[in-house]
């Protein structure tokens, strides 16, 4: 395979050679100020995941294959007719995805058992993912189903059908983890060649180990010692946050192409530039929020204290704020990997 950067790498790699986003360290201060607070405050806090309603338990038998079931499904909700119209139960997005999986579980089906969905046909899933209205369908549903199929059949054959097989051989290592994710299951390799560099983004790949992590508190399946490796989940939205905070700066060419809701293709220069800029400035934000509560908050514990707390903190802060930020165009691509 050829020879990729790591996402941190490929975060600096992308911006020293951009030419439609600008980095700004002014933003960057504002934004660790931002999280410093937070963690201050206790707004930010690895108890976050496990708290909401749809989220699994750590002792929940089935949260581990929920969690690889979802991270592996986690992408595109909004169609370029309207961005929030598919809704499970009322939520939206993410949380509609995570919605319609636990009804088919109170429905009985066995949705996180890699021999059902290896195995689903297309009425069956579209039927799961029904929405509220019986016009709206769930984007990108043929290829949610291959996605299934994938990953579904290489559990069965490679890790006797449960995804803690694949966390536990990647002995409670990050990294070992996400290399283990994208090149045993090709629907997470999220990557693209950008300045004669393969870059990795990786973000269902990243979210899956951050979301095992938070849903474990950092224990058993959650335990990574190297935790510290994992960048933000590059998507559209946080970096509306990005902007929102002057951390982040488009070109007049960029922002024209942004505000005329062209959709990109997947891997674009324009596409690759947003989102290897948000894992750079994040990476950037946790550097500066670890230096300023080790010298004037000694007493906080910083164990916790990672990109993967600050992209859900600003993933929730974009939903809070959505009105405020509504005005800040975001790039749009039809992928399945954000």
Known sequence: MTSRLCPRKSGEHIVKHAKYIKVLPAGIERLAKEIVDGVITKRIDVANFSQHELHPKASDEHAANWIFLVDTLNF????????????????????????????????????????????????????????????????????RLLCLHQVGKRLLTNWQGRFENVVKAANHSAVALLKLIVDEFPCFRDEAIFAGKRVALWKRAQILVGDLWSCYRGQGLGQFDDIEMVTMFADYRVPQVLVHFGSLQYSPELLEVLQKDTILENGHAMEVEIRGASIHIIEQVKDA??????????????????SILIDQYLWDYRRAHAAELEHIPFHKVLSIYY
Request: hydrophobic share 35%; proline share 5%; net charge negative.
């Open 76 to 143: 595109c909700f909004w169609t370029p007719q309207n961005y929030t119209k598919y809704k499970v139960n009322g939520y939206t997005g993410y949380f509609a995805l995570c919605a319609a999986i636990n009804r088919a579980m109170s429905e009985g089906l066995d949705i996180t058992n890699p021999e059902f969905y290896s195995e689903i046909d297309r009425q069956t899933l579209s039927s799961i993912f029904r929405a509220d209205d019986e016009t709206t369908k769930i984007p990108l549903l043929d290829k």
């Open 289 to 306: 929020v670890l230096a300023q509560l080790k010298e004037h908050h000694p007493d906080v514990d910083t164990r916790n204290v990672n």
